[in-house]
């Protein structure tokens, strides 16, 4: 729990250090950091005990450089060497996720559906989700198979289940409710 709290800290403390033109960049470059702290030994080698913090941070500091990142990115992850909080960046970059999208009436959907829909199926959907919420919709699409039809709507830990499994379900229960 203490972690996440800290992450929190962290993940905010970056929104309000960067400003719209640099999000972009800025979460690009993060994002890219992110992807071989966990896909590679990266992580490991940064959050180990045994490995000094000077060869962290200088090889924090030599990846900034080969990669061009810009001086708030290579500072922030400086800093979550220094302060031994680097175990805690996928969290951190989760909640900056989360924090800048709500700062900008951003929102993030998934959804679901047994085979990819048409386009004009997700722009339409799109609008309902525009009208409904305001702001900026973002609507990843996955397809899961085991769906027999409809389509389920995952906003963070809210699920909007329109699946034709669900609505069987629902008749189901109002079947047996009403013996």
């Known amino acids: 729990m203490r972690g996440r709290a800290i992450a929190r800290r962290y993940a905010w403390a970056l929104v309000t250090s960067v400003t719209d033109q640099e999000y972009s960049r800025i979460s690009s470059e993060l994002r890219a950091f992110l992807k071989a702290f966990n896909e590679t030994e990266l992580g490991e080698i940064l959050a180990s005990p045994f490995i000094a913090m000077e060869k962290k941070k200088s ?3 030599e990846i900034a450089h080969r990669f061009n990142f810009h001086r708030k990115a290579r500072n922030f992850l400086v800093l979550l060497v220094e302060r031994n909080r680097i175990s805690l960046f996928p ?3 989760e909640f900056f996720r989360q924090f800048w999208n709500s700062a900008h009436n ?7 559906t047994a085979v990819e829909p048409p386009e004009d199926v997700v722009e ?3 609008k309902i989700l525009s009208e409904k919420f305001g702001g900026k919709i973002i609507l990843k ?3 899961d198979s085991s769906i ?4 389920i709507l995952k906003k963070g830990y809210t699920v909007y289940d329109g699946s034709i499994e669900k ?3 629902l008749i189901k229960r109002k079947i047996v409710e009403g013996e």
């Open 141 to 143: 699409s996955q397809v």
């Open 148 to 151: 027999i039809g409809g389509l």
């Open 106 to 112: 951003i929102h993030e959907f998934t959804m679901i």
């Open 124 to 126: 339409k959907i799109k």
């Open 59 to 61: 090889l924090v500091e």
């Open 91 to 93: 969290m951190v970059m």
């Open 167 to 169: 609505q069987l379900e």
